[in-house]
């Protein structure tokens, strides 16, 4: 059956700046410290400039010793044949859960695990490539990435040039070459759906099967003087296309490019006829779209390579995330690109995965790009509920924790794929988005009602055992991998959190809204639950009652009630701070021997919880001067061999570059506990260092300046109106320009209308 899972785009053609103005050729662009800039083209795909929309991307690179290539990509590819267990009758819990108290934990394996790799699909599908034969243009002789315009352009040593954007909203692309020769024309080349050919580095960068396993017909490429188009068939009736079209102006080649599925409105064909005429007003409405949202907010470090990076992970966002696409899955809009499926399929993993890459929407300012995720939850809803039916056979809402792109199970390591958590994990975004946001729209029509669906469920799942709530079977991400010992019949830190998360914030929404029954009864549940299991010295996170942390891992799965739910707190007193400084002291004892990129960044986000601001700054810098290729993408292992992780491999994927954001933003501002706190978290030597229009809880945009180690100035922007707490960043006597604020405790009570800001100055002694 054919549905949409994107709006048009000319819906989105609106979006536009007040007035556009129209681009002469070559493009405008602007410079920044924060581009990638080199001398030569990356060698592999993963290294490609990136380009995107959050529905279509490009990476740039180039392919052997004459061959520029575009790996073109696009987010609803997707192969959606059943897995079949739908149809299985085992596929309940109570059958798993049967298993695991006979020891015969195999058969889960081979029904539930195995054909995860096994089978090639479900799987996310790579797009197309163009390429360009360079051989006669010499040597290049630069790379830009230009962040502000997020355009690629490549500069060769005999003059040619050429510059390529991916369109803001509109699924289309551009190139633009300059001072090359009539004969220099683009190729479509299609993946191999028969007789894969696999690159030399698909192995390292973990990935799957050879696409010719799919079963595909081999589409089909049809070449005019001035177009190419692509036709290929799929699994059942799916389909995509890709066209390119351009033209000739003098030495100058101009070119356009889509690609369209069956699963959208779109046409490929009818898209590319359309634009290759507008590019100077398409162009136009591209940079206004980045001016908008480069404007959300900023910051300036004292360190290039964080504020680099900080910025390259952004753009990254920017490319990513649209109110209107799918969530970010594994690899987003930049599928691989070297004859094989994607690493880990290129799928949705919901037991860190998509929600470390949305950590920097909210304190970012980008809450209208991470509805994205939000809206695609909420209309999946109806299947997740089945799935939640089917296999735990209770009401609510679960979420199969590895995912197709319409939300169905895809199997996987069951103790996680099939975690009866995940949905609580999800919950937490939409909190977020009501606390961040204040709209007490979403507030009622979205965030309660998914909380409530998935606190009901967890009600229903849960047992009283020992006079506790607990659950029947438990488990922590990726905790003793898939074997049976990762099932815990103890209730783990990891689940418990989560539950105690879902309670406890249904009762808080539910008091909000007047629902104060609700509210009692989710309270009531709350305290059923056990207290979180410590270590043999009675001090840190454990895993689970008996288990504590004692080797390395790389999913800090224990210690989420530390971060990101802030469950446990350092304005929590002595007791909280002691079981934070000893969670985080087993993780640096034991080490990073088993550790991926993004542990780097979740660490760095714990140590700013825990008001550590070296240490945050020295994971971070970790992360990105190790686990990032140079293009700036996570590859997950350490790629200096430096001894910072046992892992030294390359599968690509985002949730660690987005973490890394979020870590930065931690040490600049934080709000969860109801109280703003500005540099709660940054080193001592960060003398000189400034933020503008970071979001808070309460709807408020704080802007701050600290001029050698003082705090000088604070702006606050409310957008809902409210009451905004502030500790006290003042070391002496400031100046409120007239507005009265209450002082008490080390906290500024700013009492504010709707649409008002207040700016606190120090003043000088």
């Given at each position: 059956?054919?549905?949409?899972?994107?709006?048009?785009?000319?819906?989105f053609?609106?979006?536009s700046?007040?007035?556009?103005?129209?681009?002469?050729?070559?493009?405008?662009?602007?410079?920044?410290?924060?581009?990638?800039?080199?001398s030569?083209?990356?060698?592999?795909?993963?290294?490609?400039?990136?380009?995107?929309?959050?529905?279509?991307?490009?990476?740039?690179?180039?392919?052997?010793?004459r061959?520029?290539?575009?790996?073109?990509?696009?987010?609803?590819?997707?192969?959606?044949?059943?897995?079949?267990?739908?149809?299985?009758?085992?596929?309940?819990?109570?059958?798993?859960?049967?298993?695991?108290?006979?020891?015969?934990?195999?058969?889960?394996?081979?029904?539930?695990?195995?054909?995860?790799?096994?089978?090639?699909?479900?799987?996310?599908?790579?797009?197309?490539?163009?390429?360009?034969?360079?051989?006669?243009?010499?040597?290049?002789?630069?790379?830009?990435?230009?962040?502000?315009?997020?355009?690629?352009?490549?500069?060769?040593?005999?003059?040619?040039?050429?510059?390529?954007?991916?369109?803001?909203?509109?699924?289309?692309?551009?190139?633009?070459?300059?001072?090359?020769?009539?004969?220099?024309?683009?190729?479509?080349?299609?993946?191999?759906?028969?007789?894969?050919?696999?690159?030399?580095?698909?192995?390292?960068?973990?990935?799957?099967?050879?696409?010719?396993?799919?079963?595909?017909?081999?589409?089909?490429?049809?070449?005019?003087?001035?177009?190419?188009?692509?036709?290929q068939?799929?699994?059942?009736?799916?389909?995509?296309?890709?066209?390119?079209?351009?033209?000739?102006?003098?030495?100058?080649?101009?070119?356009?490019w889509?690609?369209?599925?069956?699963?959208?409105?779109?046409?490929?064909?009818?898209?590319?006829?359309?634009?290759?005429?507008e590019?100077?007003?398409?162009?136009?409405?591209?940079?206004?779209?980045?001016?908008?949202?480069?404007?959300?907010?900023?910051?300036?470090?004292?360190d290039?390579?964080?504020?680099?990076?900080?910025?390259?992970?952004?753009?990254?966002?920017?490319?990513?995330?649209?109110?209107?696409?799918?969530?970010?899955?594994?690899?987003a809009?930049?599928?691989?690109?070297?004859?094989?499926?994607?690493?880990?399929?290129?799928?949705?993993?919901?037991?860190?995965?998509?929600?470390?890459?949305?950590?920097?929407?909210?304190?970012?300012?980008?809450?209208?790009?991470?509805?994205?995720?939000?809206?695609?939850?909420?209309?999946?809803?109806?299947?997740?509920?089945?799935?939640?039916?089917?296999?735990?056979?209770?009401?609510?809402?679960?979420?199969?924790?590895?995912?197709?792109?319409?939300?169905?199970?895809?199997?996987?390591?069951?103790?996680?794929?099939?975690?009866?958590?995940?949905?609580?994990?999800?919950?937490?975004?939409?909190?977020?988005?009501?606390?961040?946001?204040?709209?007490?729209?979403?507030?009622?029509?979205?965030?309660?009602?998914?909380?409530k669906?998935?606190?009901?469920?967890?009600?229903?799942?849960?047992?009283?055992?020992?006079?506790?709530?607990q659950?029947?079977?438990?488990?922590?991400?990726?905790?003793?991998?898939?074997?049976?010992?990762?099932?815990?019949?103890?209730?783990?830190?990891?689940?418990l959190?989560?539950?105690?998360?879902?309670?406890?914030?249904?009762?808080?929404?539910?008091?909000?809204?007047?629902?104060?029954?609700?509210?009692?009864?989710?309270?009531?549940?709350?305290?059923?639950?056990?207290?979180?299991?410590?270590?043999?010295?009675?001090?840190?996170?454990?895993?689970?009652?008996?288990?504590p942390?004692?080797?390395?891992?790389r999913?800090?799965?224990?210690?989420?009630?530390?971060?990101?739910?802030?469950?446990?707190?350092?304005?929590?007193?002595?007791?909280?701070?002691?079981?934070?400084?000893?969670t985080?002291?087993d993780?640096?004892?034991?080490?990073?021997?088993?550790?991926?990129?993004?542990?780097?960044?979740?660490?760095?986000?714990?140590?700013?919880?825990?008001?550590?601001?070296?240490?945050?700054?020295?994971?971070?810098?970790?992360?990105?001067?190790?686990?990032?290729?140079?293009?700036?993408?996570?590859?997950?292992?350490?790629?200096?061999?430096?001894?910072?992780?046992?892992?030294?491999?390359?599968?690509?994927?985002?949730?660690?570059?987005?973490?890394?954001?979020?870590?930065?933003?931690e040490?600049?501002?934080?709000?969860?506990?109801?109280?703003?706190?500005?540099?709660?978290?940054?080193?001592?030597?960060?003398?000189?260092?400034?933020?503008?229009s970071?979001?808070?809880?309460?709807?408020?945009?704080?802007?701050?300046?600290?001029?050698?180690?003082?705090?000088?100035?604070?702006?606050?922007?409310?957008?809902?109106?409210?009451?905004?707490?502030?500790?006290?960043?003042?070391?002496?006597?400031?100046?409120?320009?007239?507005?009265?604020?209450?002082?008490?405790?080390?906290?500024?009570?700013?009492?504010?209308?709707?649409?008002?800001?207040?700016?606190?100055?120090?003043?000088?002694?």
């Amino acid at each position: 059956m054919k549905f949409s899972l994107f709006l048009s785009f000319t819906a989105f053609a609106a979006l536009s700046c007040s007035s556009i103005v129209r681009a002469e050729l070559p493009l405008p662009v602007t410079a920044s410290p924060h581009d990638l800039e080199f001398s030569d083209l990356a060698s592999v795909w993963d290294e490609g400039m990136p380009l995107g929309n959050a529905v279509i991307g490009a990476l740039i690179w180039q392919n052997g010793t004459r061959t520029l290539r575009f790996s073109l990509d696009r987010t609803d590819l997707w192969d959606l044949r059943p897995i079949g267990f739908h149809s299985d009758p085992n596929f309940r819990f109570s059958w798993v859960k049967e298993q695991v108290e006979n020891n015969q934990y195999g058969i889960v394996q081979q029904k539930f695990d195995a054909p995860y790799n096994a089978l090639p699909a479900p799987t996310k599908i790579p797009g197309a490539g163009i390429e360009f034969d360079i051989g006669t243009l010499g040597g290049v002789k630069s790379t830009h990435l230009y962040l502000k315009e997020a355009v690629c352009e490549i500069v060769w040593e005999n003059g040619a040039s050429m510059q390529s954007f991916v369109h803001a909203t509109r699924p289309i692309g551009w190139f633009v070459f300059e001072n090359v020769p009539d004969e220099f024309i683009p190729r479509l080349v299609p993946p191999q759906y028969q007789n894969t050919k696999v690159s030399a580095n698909a192995a390292q960068g973990h990935s799957g099967a050879k696409l010719d396993r799919l079963g595909y017909k081999q589409g089909q490429v049809v070449t005019t003087a001035h177009s190419a188009s692509y036709h290929q068939p799929g699994w059942g009736q799916f389909f995509y296309d890709v066209s390119i079209r351009w033209k000739r102006e003098g030495s100058r080649l101009i070119g356009v490019w889509s690609v369209t599925s069956s699963l959208g409105q779109d046409k490929a064909d009818e898209l590319t006829k359309q634009a290759l005429g507008e590019i100077d007003s398409l162009y136009g409405s591209h940079q206004c779209w980045w001016k908008s949202f480069w404007g959300k907010s900023s910051v300036t470090l004292p360190d290039p390579v964080l504020e680099k990076q900080y910025y390259n992970e952004i753009y990254k966002l920017g490319s990513a995330a649209r109110s209107y696409s799918s969530p970010i899955s594994l690899q987003a809009v930049w599928t691989a690109d070297n004859g094989a499926l994607p690493p880990w399929k290129g799928d949705y993993h919901h037991d860190l995965n998509t929600q470390l890459s949305y950590w920097p929407c909210y304190t970012g300012n980008y809450l209208e790009e991470g509805l994205g995720y939000l809206n695609t939850l909420w209309k999946q809803r109806d299947t997740h509920k089945q799935y939640t039916r089917l296999f735990y056979e209770r009401d609510g809402l679960n979420v199969p924790g590895v995912c197709t792109l319409t939300g169905d199970p895809m199997g996987g390591w069951i103790q996680y794929a099939c975690s009866p958590t995940v949905s609580a994990w999800l919950a937490l975004h939409f909190y977020l988005h009501w606390q961040y946001s204040r709209d007490r729209h979403f507030l009622k029509e979205r965030a309660y009602p998914y909380l409530k669906d998935v606190a009901t469920f967890l009600e229903q799942f849960s047992i009283i055992k020992n006079n506790v709530r607990q659950l029947p079977l438990s488990s922590s991400p990726e905790i003793f991998d898939n074997s049976i010992r990762a099932w815990f019949k103890d209730t783990t830190n990891y689940d418990l959190a989560l539950m105690r998360f879902a309670f406890k914030a249904a009762a808080e929404l539910a008091t909000e809204l007047g629902y104060n029954e609700e509210a009692a009864h989710w309270k009531a549940l709350e305290a059923q639950l056990p207290d979180y299991a410590l270590d043999n010295d009675n001090k840190g996170l454990a895993f689970a009652p008996g288990v504590p942390y004692q080797s390395s891992h790389r999913h800090f799965s224990h210690a989420l009630a530390i971060h990101p739910l802030g469950l446990i707190d350092w304005s929590h007193g002595e007791k909280a701070q002691q079981i934070i400084r000893s969670t985080i002291s087993d993780l640096d004892h034991y080490g990073p021997g088993a550790w991926c990129g993004y542990s780097y960044s979740w660490l760095g986000n714990m140590k700013a919880r825990a008001m550590d601001g070296e240490g945050a700054a020295r994971a971070l810098k970790d992360f990105a001067q190790c686990f990032c290729l140079r293009n700036t993408f996570h590859a997950n292992g350490d790629q200096t061999k430096s001894g910072k992780s046992g892992f030294t491999y390359r599968p690509f994927t985002l949730e660690g570059n987005f973490a890394y954001a979020s870590g930065i933003q931690e040490m600049l501002l934080q709000s969860h506990t109801g109280t703003i706190r500005v540099f709660p978290a940054i080193p001592a030597k960060w003398q000189d260092v400034s933020f503008r229009s970071l979001r808070a809880y309460g709807a408020f945009l704080v802007s701050a300046q600290r001029s050698q180690g003082k705090v000088t100035q604070v702006v606050i922007h409310s957008e809902q109106g409210g009451t905004a707490k502030l500790a006290n960043p003042f070391d002496g006597a400031f100046d409120t320009h007239g507005k009265a604020i209450t002082q008490g405790q080390g906290l500024l009570s700013i009492s504010m209308s709707p649409g008002e800001t207040v700016t606190l100055s120090r003043k000088d002694v």
